[in-house]
C-alpha cells in the first residue's frame, strides 16, 4: 500500500482533477462530510470559504490511498483506512470528501480535508506527513494481510533507501508534457555520464533540446523540451546534491538565467527552428484538380483557416526575434566562448525580453483575430447567408437595415 499527500489550495482544480473520466475509467464521490453542499465542487468552495477567514495559503489536505491491483478495498476497509490515516495527521472531524477513481483496472482513492480549525481560525500543521503516511500504511498492510511496501521513514531494518516516486505535481506535469519523469531522467542521465565538467553537461542538455536554469528554491534546474520544470539532482540518477556542485564547479549559478527566462530561450529556439524548417525548398507537387462547383464552401473555409495560421505563425517569429538575442548570450555563456556576457549584452537582452513580452501579447492578438473571424464565417455558414467579402456583407447589412425599417412602417 502507497499514501501520499501534501497540504495545497484551489478548490476548482481539485474538482476538475478528481472528477475527470478522461484519464480514469470510473470517478465515483464516496463521501462529502462537514459540509452543506451536495456536489463535489461545491463542497470544495466551501471549504475555500471557510478558509478566507485565516492567513492560511493552503486550505485543503489532498491525500491518496494505493493498493496493487489484486489487493482491492472493500468500503467497509476504505473508510478503516481513511479514519486511521485522519487521525495520524490531526485531522480528525474535520469537513472532507472522498473519491474514489479506477484506472487501468486499478482503484486507488482520494481524500480532501479541510486544514481549517475553526475553533482557532488557524491551518493544522502538516508537519512530518510522509512519515506519519508510512506509519498508517505500514499497520494497514498487516491489518489486511497486505504485500509489504518498502518505505523511506520507516521499518528500513537496514535496508537500502527505496527511489523516490514521483510527486502528485511531477505526475500532472508528465501529463502535460507527455515526458515522464523516468524518461527525462533516463536522457538526463546519459547526458551526464559523458560530460567532464558543468560547461560539457550545459552545452550537452541545450544540444538535446534543455536549458539548465537557476532554481527558485535549488541550485540548478533543467527546463525540458515541452517546458517542464526538474529538479536535477532527481533527474540524475545516482547523483547526491553534493555530487551536482562539485561537477558544476566551474558554472557560476547566479550567471545561469531564471526559470522564467529559460522558458523564454527555450521557445525561441523552438520558434527559429520552426521558422528555419519552413524556410527549406519544398518539393514540387502535381497540381491538384479543380474543385467542384459545391466546394466553394470548403474553400473559403480554408482561406479563413489560412489566414488565422497565417497570423499566429507571423507573430510567432516577431517573439522569436527579439528573443534570438537572449538565446544567443545563452549559447556563448553554456558554451565558454570567451568572456561572460558584458553589461551591454545583458541589457540587450533586457531590452529583447521586454520585447518579446509585447511580441507575445500581439500573437495573442492576432490568434484571438483569426479565431473571430472563423466564427463569424461559422455563424454566416450555420445561418445559410455565406459572404464572401467585407464588401459583400456591407451590402448585405444595408439590406437587413432597409428592411427592418420598411417593417417598422
Not at 82 to 101: F, N, P, S, W, Y
Amino acid at each position: 500500500m502507497v499514501i501520499k499527500g501534501t497540504s495545497c489550495a484551489g478548490a476548482n482544480r481539485l474538482a476538475v482533477h478528481l472528477t475527470r473520466t478522461d484519464t480514469n475509467e470510473r470517478a465515483e464521490v464516496k463521501e462529502l462530510r462537514g459540509v452543506t453542499a451536495e456536489d463535489l465542487r461545491g463542497a470544495l468552495l466551501e471549504m475555500e470559504a471557510v478558509a478566507a477567514g485565516t492567513r492560511s495559503t493552503k486550505p485543503f489536505y489532498h491525500g491518496s490511498i494505493n493498493t496493487r491491483a489484486e489487493e482491492r478495498l472493500t468500503d467497509e476497509q476504505r473508510f478503516f483506512a481513511i479514519d486511521r490515516l485522519e487521525t495520524a495527521l490531526g485531522l480528525t472531524g474535520q469537513a472532507r470528501v472522498v473519491v474514489v477513481h479506477e484506472k487501468e483496472g486499478r482503484e486507488h482513492c482520494h481524500i480532501v480535508w479541510s486544514r481549517i480549525d475553526l475553533e482557532r481560525m488557524a491551518a493544522i500543521s502538516d508537519s512530518h506527513n510522509y512519515r506519519k503516511h508510512e506509519e498508517v500504511a505500514r499497520a494497514l498492510e498487516r491489518e489486511f494481510g497486505h504485500e509489504r511496501v518498502q518505505g523511506a521513514h520507516v521499518e528500513r531494518e537496514g535496508r537500502e533507501r527505496p527511489e523516490r516516486t514521483p510527486s502528485h505535481a511531477e505526475m500532472l506535469q508528465a501529463e502535460r508534457t507527455g515526458l515522464t519523469p523516468q524518461q527525462v531522467k533516463a536522457q538526463v542521465t546519459e547526458l551526464w555520464r559523458t560530460s567532464e565538467n558543468g560547461q560539457e553537461f550545459a552545452v550537452a542538455l541545450w544540444q538535446a533540446g534543455y536549458v539548465l536554469a537557476r532554481g527558485d528554491r535549488r541550485d540548478y534546474v533543467i527546463i525540458d523540451p515541452r517546458g517542464g520544470t526538474h529538479s536535477l539532482a532527481r533527474r540524475v540518477e545516482g547523483a547526491r546534491v553534493k555530487d551536482i556542485r562539485e561537477r558544476l564547479a566551474d558554472l557560476e549559478p547566479t550567471r545561469l538565467y531564471s526559470i522564467t527566462d529559460a522558458k523564454q530561450i527555450l521557445r525561441a529556439r523552438q520558434a527559429r527552428d520552426a521558422e528555419q524548417t519552413q524556410d527549406r525548398p519544398r518539393e514540387r507537387e502535381a497540381p491538384s484538380p479543380a474543385p467542384a462547383p459545391q466546394a466553394d464552401r470548403n474553400v473559403m473555409e480554408g482561406t479563413v483557416e489560412r489566414e488565422a495560421e497565417g497570423a499566429a505563425l507571423g507573430a510567432a517569429g516577431a517573439v522569436a526575434v527579439p528573443l534570438e538575442a537572449i538565446a544567443n548570450i545563452f549559447e556563448k555563456l553554456v558554451g565558454g566562448e570567451g568572456p561572460a556576457p558584458t553589461p551591454e549584452e545583458q541589457i540587450e537582452a533586457a531590452r529583447a525580453r521586454e520585447a518579446a513580452a509585447k511580441a507575445a501579447q500581439q500573437a495573442t492578438a492576432a490568434r484571438d483575430d483569426g479565431a473571430k473571424a472563423k466564427r463569424r464565417h461559422e455563424l454566416l455558414r450555420e445561418f445559410g447567408r455565406e459572404i464572401p467579402n467585407e464588401l459583400e456583407a456591407d451590402i448585405e447589412r444595408g439590406r437587413d437595415r432597409d428592411r427592418r425599417e420598411e417593417r417598422s412602417r
